[in-house]
């Protein structure tokens, strides 16, 4: 069962409740495994703090160019989606930050004079914690290739039925997100109840119905905004699977790196009801 916690903006909470709801099912002996995709800021960490054992590098293929078989011909720079590639006169420019990898221009290439050499681009740390098995990827500063990596990182998934994987999305709809989330049997959307939470919640709301995939919403820090977030889940028929009420000290426990967990019964029984929710929606 694979599990993801998505949101339409970043501040939502995302990640405390994935990572509060990863504590509250490990603790009832349930095999899982945590996964952040959100490479750019990886942050599920501060919260599970795993004592990381492994850690491997990610890397593209990117062209080399042998001229001395080059004709300047320009296919390989018409092949080029993304622009990584120039021909200009008696020269072929690479732009190594540009390229996606995909290999056209070495497969294209009629006088076979570009092979390709791997360039990193971040890295896979793995570890364990509180009897759950944590993956997480971190993007090199100044890449930008997000989706290579959120890609390693999901091949890391055990994909059967004894075991749950809960994904940390990265915020937002573009491709990082529809990548991390492709593949999920319940994708949770988290949310707050102001205007900036309700408009970027149609937007994953949109996302998630294009890739079809069953989700739900969670609604936290009610109290501090209006009733329209409600009211347009009415209105679309979206199941809101929880409501987490505002507290200062949950905000003040955040900035320390702890769960919500730690504060008493009041959020394990909303994390309880929440992982309830869950099971009756895949079955």
Known sequence: MVVSFASGKGGTGKTIVATSLALYVSENGINLIFLDCDVEEPNSALFLKPLISKTSKVGIPIPIVDF???????KCADV?????????????????ELCHGCGGCSLFCPEKAISEKIRDIGVIEEGNTNGIKFIQGRLNPGESMVVPLIREVKEKMVKDSETTTIIDVPPGTSCPVVESI?????????????PFGLNDLKLAVETVRKLEIDFGIIINRVGIGDEKVEEYCKLENIPV???????????????????MLIDGEKYREIFHRIWEEIISKIR
């Open 182 to 194: 492709k593949g999920s049997d319940f994708v949770i959307l988290i949310t707050e109840p102001t």
């Open 80 to 96: 080029c989606t993304y622009n990584a590639i120039a021909v200009v006169k008696d020269n072929v420019l690479v732009f190594p």
């Open 241 to 259: 699977i929880a409501k987490i009420p505002y507290s200062r000290d949950v905000a003040v426990q955040y900035s320390y790196g702890i769960p």
């Open 68 to 74: 001395k078989k080059c004709t300047y011909c320009g």
